[in-house]
């Protein structure tokens, strides 16, 4: 008990000793340094290959040798390109900018988690979006959702539904720059000085810095407010260090110069790749994805099958228990006072 | 097996099942606990695979929001899984809930009581609001009480995040009884101030010990309100005829809520009068109402431990009730509706608790215990 009440109290987060932000899961589990991330992403990269490989090999020796795997520079690149094409999409359905966001944030996410060699992004893209119209408020019944998107059955959307949300943690709210941005648009304004017309275009031309860092690991490394305020920094420079100097006259100089880095990659990265290298790492990855995954592939099938012997098994354990029970004069079993334990025993559903 | 798969089986092996306490279209609820500590949890596993929209929404928002949410007077998920299709959500075991405590006729309250009960709401109340996240549907029955006497606020299955100004929100939202005029007058734009009435709403019940606006229908709840606090005048609530299903109830006079509530101090009566308000903007706010003279002056509040607790465990095998519905079902548009108004019903009778047939809204149900 009184450990307990220990646990209780200490809880990661809680409520004033830290801002609302840092309380957040996005900073909690979400926030890395550049290196961490770079880290992540070739440590994730190559267990991926060598267990692509392993699948290869198991399918057929040797089969794996003449085969070139993605790097996680190329995997970032494919990632990227899909990426973009949320925006197109909710272009199409009109949904409002916060769909867009989260589901691009969605997919960022759930790659540092996955690789493309196991689950192609255009899918995990789609599955993203739907998510996101659901954790955002938004929601659209699902066959309303595939019919307008070609080729893609609601099977399609839901059957990955699990997995993302899964990769994601469940970790669904997702606090954006663009929100940022809007709270300081709005502060702009009192600035003595500047006009509303300037504040406005202010507003517009961050708005597109802050799309683009879309595009970025920005969201990974810095708070939503840092990247909003690089944004209108780039956007416009006056205006935003007016603010600054306002808003916070201690403290004013430090921060416009760690807004430059955000700068420098929302400038350098914050936009869509390059079509023609994309495709050449599509192509590639044709002949590098998992075999497992892919269905109808005698490695899929295998394990398919494996998984079905190993379900049978279970069931067959149980109804040797139920049966015994069943021997031993209780026609209920005992399993629910007894030993109880993990094994998720009702198979109902 | 995959690295996310992985995890999940991880995480999955830290929990046990033990026993299925309860049981609805939505979710099964098991007593279970934590293996390395043996501490008790509830571990509500959502079905998931029935919905033909994949996840749906109240397991999402609950989720969503209580994955942010850490608070001493909030419900703390501990852990969420996937098992199959199933989606396992860990909570921490809570024993009762405000609505038994209030029933249980053996049990006298002292004014101290109330007070630490109101404190403990508002705190957790605060703390949403601060993270900008409306409830909408508290109720005594939503108020959990862990063993420790810790009230906290559960089921964010209708929670959602401020809407910005001019983005419309539904009405359909807070049982019945605790739900404010504006949301009966269809308001689509609304803020805090909704928890709050509820929170006036429950308050009123703990001193009364029955609900306080107990209305049959959403036209005889504002009559029910009316009633009880007089017909707001244009002065009192600027506007509120302008709403979209405004209908004029005639007049009710106004009657000091000292009348009713006789034996309460005038700082408890401030409070309440200030929860109950009919202009939601003049409302006070949850962190106003921390600072409030009720909470500074007279006795302290009973300390959590020492308030009075049901002793005897309420038996029957409650069904969890449907917690489906809040999806917009022809999707045109991004509203999201709740539970049609009279599926968010209440039992009216206190001898539906003996009974067992007491409908217990989206809430787990955690009193009922194996007999040996």
């Known amino acids: 008990m009184a450990a307990d009440q220990l646990t209780n109290t200490n809880a990661e987060a809680s409520s004033s000793k830290h801002s609302i932000y840092e309380g957040s899961t996005q900073y909690r589990h979400w926030r890395f340094s550049q290196e961490e991330l770079a880290r992540k992403r070739s440590s994730l990269n190559a267990a991926a290959v060598s267990v692509v490989r392993d699948a290869f090999e198991a399918d057929e020796p040797g089969s794996s040798s003449d085969v070139s795997f993605l790097n996680a520079d190329e995997e970032c690149l494919l990632v990227k390109l899909y990426v973009g094409k949320i925006s197109q999409i909710c272009g199409l359905f009109r949904f409002p900018e916060e769909v867009e966001a989260t589901a691009m944030s969605y997919v960022k996410r759930f790659y540092l988690k996955n690789t493309v060699m196991d689950w192609h992004p255009k899918n995990v893209m789609l599955t993203a979006l739907f998510l996101a119209t659901k954790t955002t408020n938004n929601p659209i019944p699902v066959e309303s959702y595939t019919s307008r998107i070609p080729k893609t059955k609601p099977e399609d959307v839901l059957e990955l539904e699990f997995l993302v949300a899964q990769s994601l943690g469940f970790d669904f709210a997702v606090w954006h720059a663009h929100r940022a941005l809007w709270g300081q648009y709005l502060d702009v304004q009192t600035v003595p000085g500047v006009t509303r017309d300037e504040a406005r275009r202010a507003h517009q031309a961050a708005l597109v810095h802050v799309r683009a860092s879309r595009f970025t690991d920005a969201e990974f490394i810095f708070a939503p407010s840092q990247i909003a305020f690089a944004c209108m920094s780039l956007a416009a420079p006056q205006v935003a260090a007016s603010w600054a100097r306002l808003r916070f006259p201690q403290t004013a100089d430090t921060l416009l110069s760690t807004t430059e880095p955000i700068k420098e990659m929302v400038l350098a990265q914050g936009s869509s790749p390059d079509v023609e290298a994309v495709r050449n790492v599509d192509r590639r990855l044709k002949l590098c994805k998992n075999p497992e995954k892919v269905v109808g592939s005698r490695a899929y099938v295998k394990k398919q099958e494996e998984a079905e012997r190993r379900a049978e098994e279970k069931r067959r354990r149980k109804a040797a228990k139920v049966r015994k029970a069943m021997e031993e004069g209780d026609p209920f079993g005992s399993e629910l006072a007894g030993n109880g334990g993990i094994e998720d025993d009702d198979d109902d559903d | ?372």
């Open chain 2, 1 to 372: 097996m995959d690295a996310v798969e992985k995890a999940n089986t991880d995480r999955q092996k830290r929990w046990a099942k033990d026993q299925k306490i309860g049981e609805g279209t939505y979710a099964v609820v098991y007593r279970g606990r934590e293996i390395a500590t043996g501490r008790k949890v509830a571990i509500k596993k959502i079905k998931v695979g029935q919905f033909k929209d994949g996840l749906d929404m109240s397991a999402i928002r609950e989720v969503k929001y209580l994955r942010e949410l850490k608070h001493a007077n909030v419900i703390e998920l501990l852990d969420v899984f996937s098992t199959k299709q199933n989606l396992n959500l860990v909570l921490e075991f809570l024993d009762t809930d405000l609505e038994l405590v209030i029933r249980d006729r053996s049990l006298v309250f002292l004014p101290t009581d109330i007070k630490s009960w109101m404190a403990m709401t508002f705190r957790g109340l605060e703390f949403c609001h601060r993270n900008f996240i409306l409830h909408r549907d508290l109720k005594p029955n939503n108020l959990l009480i862990a063993a420790n006497g810790q009230l906290k606020l559960a089921d964010f299955g209708l929670a959602r995040d401020f809407a910005d100004p001019g983005y419309k929100m539904t009405c359909q939202v807070i049982t019945r009884w605790y739900r404010p005029p504006e949301l009966l007058f269809g308001c689509r734009y609304y803020s805090t101030a909704v928890d709050i009435w509820s929170v006036g709403c429950i308050f009123a019940e703990l001193m009364l010990r029955t609900p306080y606006l107990p209305g049959e229908t959403d036209m005889d709840q504002l009559k029910t309100i009316f009633r009880a606090l007089g017909t707001p005048t244009e002065e009192e609530w600027p506007g509120h005829t302008k709403l979209p299903d405004y209908v004029p109830l005639g007049n009710f006079p106004k009657t000091p809520l000292r009348d009713l509530f006789s034996a309460a101090s005038p700082e408890c009566i401030s409070l309440l009068t200030k929860c109950l308000i009919y202009e939601p903007r003049r409302r006070i706010s949850a962190r106003d109402a921390l600072k409030h003279p009720y909470f500074m002056t007279g006795a302290y509040p009973t300390h959590p431990s020492k308030l009075p607790k049901p002793a005897s465990k309420a038996s029957s095998n409650l069904p969890l009730e449907e917690l489906d519905g809040n999806a917009e079902p022809n999707g045109n548009g991004p509203g999201v509706k709740a539970n049609a108004p009279n599926k968010l019903k209440r039992k009216l009778s206190s001898d539906d608790v003996n009974g067992g047939s007491r409908s217990i809204a989206r809430k787990l149900d955690f009193t009922q215990h194996r007999q040996p």
